[in-house]
T-cell receptor
Framework: DQQVKQNSPSLSVQEGRISILNCDYTNSMFDYFLWYKKYPAEGPTFLIS?????DKNEDGRFTVFLNKSAKHLSLHIVPSQPGDSAVYFC?????????????FGTGTRLQVTL | NAGVTQTPKFQVLKTGQSMTLQCAQD?????MYWYRQDPGMGLRLIYYSASEGTTDKGEVPNGYNVSRLNKREFSLRLESAAPSQTSVYFC??????????FGSGTQLSVL
């Protein structure tokens, strides 16, 4: 039972355009969401997060939108750059105090073309 | 400041062999995690440790054991490796918020 779903395995976007990566979740207990970026042969690195009390969080070129009623979040990258080419993982947690666990999606491979 | 260090980076095992993946952190975080990454499966939690002296099962613990040796170190042991354990393994630590910090991974092949 995949509680966090990224239905697009891959996405190709031209440099300078907007990249939109989508993520859906099924567990209504999730109240904190994160996006991670992963380059080949490296560990994932934190990109941006959002709490369920917000519907938008922005950090430079990266914006995450949360639609709780639809159980959907998206990551917008504007403008996209070749260095953004990587695999992006969506993750969610139900804050439980001492050692809350993140549940990850299957990832979307973004390729930014020149 | 190395962050999260995993050893080895690569390993090839024969079915039935045992090995221990090592993880050490210098971030002074209480919580540590072991994930595996497989194509089309994302990152799945194997075991985690909320603090020194405690460990708990994650989503896919079968075939693995862990030891939280001290605050810095969290090892993952495969007692009898199977081809289904071919994967990339990531160790991570967690700050007081929900952010995880990952090591660079161990690529394991079981023949």
């Amino acid at each position: 039972d995949q509680q966090v779903k990224q239905n697009s395995p891959s996405l190709s976007v031209q440099e300078g355009r907007i990249s939109i990566l989508n993520c859906d979740y099924t567990n209504s207990m999730f109240d904190y969401f994160l996006w991670y970026k992963k380059y080949p042969a490296e560990g994932p690195t934190f990109l941006i997060s959002i709490s369920s009390i917000k519907d938008k969080n922005e950090d430079g070129r990266f914006t995450v939108f949360l639609n709780k009623s639809a159980k959907h979040l998206s990551l917008h990258i504007v403008p996209s750059q070749p260095g953004d080419s990587a695999v992006y993982f969506c993750a969610a947690s139900a804050l439980s105090g001492t050692a809350s666990k993140l549940t990850f999606g299957t990832g979307t491979r973004l390729q930014v073309t020149l | 400041n190395a962050g999260v260090t995993q050893t080895p980076k690569f390993q090839v095992l024969k079915t039935g062999q045992s090995m221990t993946l090592q993880c050490a952190q210098d971030m002074n975080h209480n919580s540590m995690y072991w994930y595996r990454q497989d194509p089309g499966m994302g990152l799945r939690l194997i075991y985690y440790s909320a603090s020194e002296g405690t460990t708990d099962k994650g989503e896919v613990p079968n075939g693995y054991n862990v030891s939280r040796l001290n605050k810095r170190e969290f090892s993952l042991r495969l007692e009898s490796a199977a081809p289904s354990q071919t994967s990339v393994y990531f160790c991570a630590t967690r700050a007081t918020n929900e952010k995880l910090f990952f090591g660079s991974g161990t690529q394991l092949s079981v023949l």
